[in-house]
């Protein structure tokens, strides 16, 4: 029972965020674990930071899909064993369930108060650091990714609880 030893939700959050962020790291994308106490019984280990988000929502060399932490040639990383397991998947598309509605907005309103309050010392920031781009680029772009990897997400989440849970499982569950 992988709940004995890990904390279930906090892995599904982990990879879920890789793959909302389309995280084109293939080693891994830097997995950190926690545990809290030696002591405590049922400390279970925890993902720990999300890390490194230099190769994320990157059009160029991200063509869709999951993220590469998550994708079936990553033989390296125990993700690959998780998304195989019912209580993770279940756990994973649980959560997906509770943000997917509210993402876009949740991550687009801070966005643009950014814009609005910093968006001038931004845009010279950088451009002193040599970078041709703009805060309303930058804003564009994540707002694009977003509305086009919010339904990629929904569709395919909704099709691996299908294909790797029984029908009893997904019958029951009122969330998924």
């Known amino acids: 029972n992988i709940s004995d030893v ?3 939700p906090s892995f ?21 674990m926690v545990k809290n106490s030696m002591d405590a019984e049922d400390d279970r280990l925890s993902a720990g930071p ?14 869709g899909g999951w993220s590469w932490v998550h994708t079936p040639y990553n033989g390296g990383c125990y993700i690959r064993w998780l998304v195989d397991q019912p209580e993770f998947i279940l756990a994973f598309a649980e959560r997906w369930n509770e943000i997917k509605d509210d993402l876009f907005n949740v991550v687009e309103m ?9 968006g001038m010392g931004l845009d010279e920031s950088y451009r002193l650091a040599g ?5 309303e680029q930058l804003i564009k772009h994540v707002t ?9 997400l929904d569709e395919n989440i909704a099709e691996m609880v299908q294909a790797r ?7 029951s569950q009122t969330c998924i």
């Open 12 to 32: 599904a959050v982990w990879l879920l965020s890789h793959d909302i962020l389309g995280t084109a790291d293939p080693a891994g994308s830097n997995i950190f």
């Open 110 to 118: 801070p966005l643009k108060q950014t814009a609005a309050e910093w």
């Open 50 to 63: 999300l890390w490194d988000f230099t190769d994320c929502m990157r059009t160029d060399y991200f063509d």
């Open 131 to 135: 970078k041709d781009i703009t805060t």
């Open 165 to 171: 849970l029984p029908q009893s499982v997904v019958a």
């Open 144 to 152: 694009d990714w977003l509305m086009e990897r919010i339904p990629w």
């Open 6 to 8: 890990l904390d279930v």
